[in-house]
């Protein structure tokens, strides 16, 4: 049986910007033996001196290059990637294809520690998040006064953009600590407040650090679930704060799970459910490409981009979707081959959750309750609001809710 050690045919070295002096007496020598080593163009020129065989750089699209390292299985290989490789790194992405036990891993410190050593910020502290190759947008729920965010950036701009979007915001009296090729000899450090940002010649390498200050109506992702109704875009076609927020606790969002959300309008549901966990995902399914639109407009402003949009009336529109966990369907009213198509695709175990604010969809809901099972809920919500001189109660419309787990 061969040993553990003979059948880690892959090595994958993290490195910084100090280069070799920064690589400790093995590493070194497994770059120097290796017949191959995959890495970046930076991370070659970092080492040039200690290989001495064939040097392969990534390609685009990088997939292919992937392959070309699992092409190599069972043969002797070194992978050269910047920091520790499994922090947003080329270790998180190998692994999808080959396993721990074939791994050699010699990781150096990431970006994230050598800034927090550099502000003494207790990096447990600290939300962490990499907006490499990413849409800016990702921070947004991270913006809460006294935070401090460390953000893995793409290039010389992003910091620059980082500001605007913290100016505009409200939270431009942020300071931003721009760390640039933290390690090696180009190493600088600066800083500059997000609405007087001025800082130029950034190295293309470099790390934000933010401590955020929030200022008078700045505008703050509530990590509860029932965020304000004025956080969205909408034309109406809204879950209403209250209701969503009962919602929300109806479909219970756990790890990794994906949700449907048919008839989306402003898609408030499905980015709330987002919101929740940073492995959550959802599909908005809206026929009207106004709505569309707007929801794609809300998923940047509340900072969940990734929910995926899909234009077209349901049940049609479900058709090739991947399976959910959770649905969701809206209480403007849909017919049963809505729900009939909705619970053969969801998943045994998954939740779903229909809200009814027309008569017909109540209906429909009661019936539906009637043949299968599940929960019925009325919710009544009432709001103080001015009658003549004096303030008294004014009814929203009553919701009747439907909850239901396959079996």
């Given at each position: 049986m061969p040993s553990a050690s003979s059948r880690?045919?892959?090595?994958?070295?993290?490195i910084g910007e100090d280069g070799p002096a920064g690589?400790?007496?093995?590493?070194?020598?497994?770059?120097?033996?290796?017949?191959v080593v995959f890495g970046g163009r930076r991370h070659h020129e970092l080492v040039a001196a200690l290989v001495t065989g064939e040097r392969l750089c990534w390609e685009s699209p990088f997939d292919r290059s992937v392959e070309a390292v699992a092409a190599r299985r069972g043969l002797p290989v070194v992978v050269l990637g910047s920091g520790d490789p499994f922090l947003y790194g080329i270790g998180a992405t190998l692994s999808r294809r080959i396993s721990a036990e074939e791994m050699r891993v010699i990781p150096a410190p990431s970006s994230f520690s050598l800034a927090a050593s550099r502000l003494g910020w207790p990096l447990q502290e600290v939300a962490t998040i990499s907006l490499h190759g990413r849409p800016l947008e990702l921070i947004r729920p991270h913006l809460h006064h006294g935070r401090r965010i460390a953000a893995l950036t793409s290039d010389a701009e992003t910091p620059s953009q980082l500001a605007e979007l913290l100016r505009v915001s409200g939270f431009g009296q942020s300071q931003l600590h721009v760390l640039e090729a933290l390690g090696g000899q180009r190493e600088r450090r600066r800083q500059a407040r997000a609405d007087s940002f001025d800082l130029g010649q950034i190295d293309p390498l470099n790390v934000c650090a933010i401590e955020v200050v929030a200022g008078e109506g700045a505008r703050v992702i509530a990590f509860t679930p029932g965020l304000d109704d004025t956080l969205f875009e909408h034309d109406g076609q809204l879950t209403k704060q209250d209701v969503r927020a009962i919602t929300l606790s109806a479909l219970a969002p756990r790890h990794g799970e994906l949700l449907w959300d048919i008839g989306a309008g402003s898609g408030s549901i499905g980015i709330e459910w987002m919101l929740a966990d940073p492995s959550l995902r959802a599909v908005a399914i809206e026929q009207s490409s106004e709505r569309a639109a707007r929801i794609a407009r809300n998923t940047l402003a509340l900072g969940v981009p990734g929910l995926a949009i899909v234009e077209g009336k349901a049940p049609e529109a479900l058709a090739n979707l991947p399976e959910p966990d959770a649905i969701f369907v809206g209480g403007g009213g849909s017919g049963a081959g809505v729900l009939d198509v909705a619970l053969q695709v969801l998943k045994g175990g998954g939740r779903l959750v229909a809200n009814a604010v027309t008569l017909e969809m109540e209906a429909l809901l009661l019936s539906m309750h009637e043949e299968r099972g599940g929960t019925l809920t009325r919710i009544?919500?009432?709001?103080?609001?001015?009658?003549?001189?004096?303030?008294?109660?004014?009814?929203?419309?009553?919701?009747t809710q439907w909850r239901y787990i396959k079996k």
């Open positions: 880690r045919w892959l090595t994958i070295i993290g690589l400790g007496d093995e590493a070194k020598q497994l770059i120097a033996a290796a017949p009544e919500v009432s709001r103080s609001a001015p009658i003549g001189g004096m303030n008294g109660w004014r009814p929203a419309m009553p919701v």
